[in-house]
């Protein structure tokens, strides 16, 4: 079964730590994405890549790092300088420039 | 820079009756549209996309959208409302390259 997955669905994180958020793709797409959705703001862009080893920071980089290693993967570190990280945290991966993206299930993340 | 404004936080209307969900976009160059829906908790699912043609798309569902380039809009379009159509709806401009921006959202109510 094609598709993208998102791992854990629920992450509770302390005060002060980093948490990475796992995303994996086995449709074959250059893309991948990770976007913040918080209620009434709709889904803003953290970090986008085009290509293996290489990534552009989107409109809310800061206090989260991606890495981009392999095709399929594109872990998400949430980190303790992200001072509001409670938030649903999607990942999505599309093709070629005019293919629609494809959506994991999201992590909730929640700081205790 | 590219933006995606979609006016409406809420749009509620009667099971049968058509309903209208507005877009407007901000993208340098042709730009390539999209519309997503979103159930609770869940990930995106993709509707239908505008890249180049008919300026009338249809997608999945029986939704279809309109493209006006002059207007820059690409409202959402549907005849005849169901109860299960009630979600969350997103907009999402994409420029030539691979950067997705998304608007805020228009949840959508529809009463039996």
């Known amino acids: 079964d094609g598709g993208i997955t998102q791992s854990p669905k629920y992450l509770f994180r302390k005060e002060g730590q980093n948490v990475t958020l796992s995303c994996e793709q086995n449709?074959?797409?250059?893309?991948m994405y990770w976007y913040r959705q918080d209620p009434g703001q709709g889904l803003r862009l953290i970090y986008y890549?085009?290509?293996?080893?290489?990534?552009q920071k989107g409109d809310i980089a800061e206090g989260y790092s991606v890495s981009r290693e392999k095709k399929e993967s594109f872990p998400l570190t949430v980190t303790s300088a992200q001072k509001n990280p409670t938030a649903f945290y999607l990942c999505?991966?599309?093709?070629?420039?005019?293919?629609?993206?494809?959506f994991g299930q999201g992590t909730r993340l929640t700081v205790v | 820079a590219q933006s995606v404004a979609q006016p409406e936080d809420q749009v509620n209307v009667a099971e049968g009756n058509p309903l209208t969900v507005k877009c407007t976009y901000s993208?340098?160059?042709?730009?390539?549209l999209f519309w997503y829906v979103q159930y609770p908790n869940r990930g995106l699912q993709f509707l239908l996309k505008?890249?180049?043609?008919?300026?009338l798309v249809k997608g999945s569902y029986g939704f279809e959208a309109e493209f006006n380039k002059s207007q820059t809009s690409f409202h959402l379009k549907k005849p005849s409302a169901l109860v299960s159509d009630s979600a969350l709806y997103f907009c999402?401009?994409?420029?030539?390259?691979?950067?997705?921006?998304f608007g805020a959202g228009t949840r959508l109510f529809v009463k039996a």
């Open positions: 999505a991966s599309a093709g070629g420039g005019n293919t629609e993206a494809f």
């Open positions: 449709l074959n797409h250059d893309a």
């Open positions: 890549s085009q290509i293996v080893n290489d990534f």
């Open positions: 993208v340098s160059g042709n730009p390539y």
């Open positions: 505008y890249i180049t043609g008919d300026n």
């Open positions: 999402a401009v994409r420029d030539g390259g691979f950067k997705t921006i």
